[in-house]
């Protein structure tokens, strides 16, 4: 059963309630799966590495779920090994920024 956003547009749900890390979301794959997940009703954070592409990608999750994004431009090995966007993610999602 489809449930209604805030924005109107009708949510799958099989996701609210829930928080995904998705990385490589400014092209292909990651930007698939960002954009499926955002129409699951999931709470997003977005990686990548072009921020224009990555803003493209934020525009659609947030056009298809109502709900804002926290996205990172950054290359997510070099994020991932001294922890910058974990931390930022959690900051975000405890309602910080």
């Known amino acids: 059963m489809a449930e209604s956003s805030s924005s109107g547009t009708a949510s799958l749900g099989r996701l609210d309630g829930k928080v995904a890390l998705v990385t490589g979301a400014s092209s292909g794959i990651g930007a698939g799966t960002a954009i499926l997940f955002s129409k699951l009703g999931a709470e997003l954070s977005i990686i990548g590495r072009n921020e ?12 298809f ?12 090995l070099f994020t ?18």
């Open 52 to 63: 224009t592409n990555l803003k493209k990608t934020a525009e659609e999750c947030e056009k």
């Open 80 to 97: 991932l090994n001294n922890n910058t966007c974990n931390n930022k993610k959690l900051h975000y999602f405890s309602g910080g920024l």
């Open 65 to 76: 779920s109502g709900k804002k994004l926290f996205r990172v431009r950054t290359d997510f």
